[in-house]
């Protein structure tokens, strides 16, 4: 009997607590949300993304309005948006107690934008992927101009180093051998100001400081690069301070374990 009694009780306790539960989230889907939270992580100087704009593109999407009750915000399908925009590495969305909920996104870093052979203009970044340029900022990276044939819906680099078939047709991996390496090097980054590719297939390198024009040639493989921007750092910081920044109207990368220069006429 004693045991029977014991089960009739936890059994009226659980079903009371599952009911004040019920009750309790009710109440709290009936609640008019905020203006969300809204937590924005930079990586660099580069605020592609500023709290007002994404409030602005949630309103325009319908995601959020006024008077909007609790069960009516769509986690998911915020998350899905922000996602979606190529200025956003990863979001975020939870909700609090009462009213009140959060975003947090992360944006990516660029390292170069490139103008490509079609008159487009998007951003490359730290990890192989295109971003739409921002109408807010514009970042100060290198720029990569010339007989670039990739749009701003290519796929991502590591896609591309993956796939044989696009290496031959692509010439974004390349671009982002080349920038990375650039972006990386403090002496790289304040010397190079521009990357062009010519229709022969050579990266020339244009700098921020002298006259000359710097043939890089390829950019098949990462060794390539580290090894033809050794020899560059070496001849900057050993003959240039010698033979002075205008002398060679031409500074050529291409061939293996030497630099050939072409002296101004």
Not at 97 to 124: M, S
Request: glycine residues 6%.
């Amino acid at each position: 009997m004693k045991n029977w009694i014991k089960i009739a009780l936890w059994s009226t306790f659980g079903l009371t607590v599952i009911l004040l539960l019920s009750m309790v989230r009710s109440a709290q889907d009936e609640f008019a949300i905020e203006k969300p939270e809204i937590i924005i992580h930079i990586n660099g100087e580069n605020a592609f993304l500023t709290k007002d704009e994404l409030f602005d593109r949630l309103k325009r999407k319908g995601l959020f309005y006024l008077g909007q009750n609790k069960k009516n915000l769509k986690v998911h399908a915020i998350e899905t948006y922000l996602r979606s925009m190529t200025e956003v590495k990863d979001a975020k969305v939870f909700t609090k107690i009462g009213g009140g909920w959060t975003v947090e996104v992360e944006i990516r870093k660029p390292i170069a934008r490139i103008f490509n052979k079609y008159g487009e203009t998007f951003y490359l970044d730290d990890l192989g992927f295109t971003m739409a340029p921002s109408t807010i900022h514009t970042a100060r990276v290198v720029v990569v101009t010339g007989n670039i044939p990739d749009k701003i819906t290519s796929p991502s680099v590591e896609k591309i180093i993956n796939n044989p078939s696009w290496k031959s047709i692509r010439k974004i991996d390349d671009v982002y051998r080349i920038s990375s390496y650039v972006c990386n090097d403090p002496l790289l980054q304040s010397l190079v100001g521009q990357i062009h590719l010519k229709i022969n297939g050579d990266f020339v390198l244009i700098p921020q400081v002298g006259g000359q024009e710097i043939i890089f040639g390829t950019a098949f493989s990462d060794e390539e690069v580290r090894e033809k921007f050794r020899k560059l750092k070496i001849f900057y910081m050993e003959a240039i301070p010698y033979e002075g920044w205008n002398k060679y109207e031409e500074i050529s990368l291409k061939y293996d374990k030497q630099i050939v220069c072409k002296k101004k006429s």
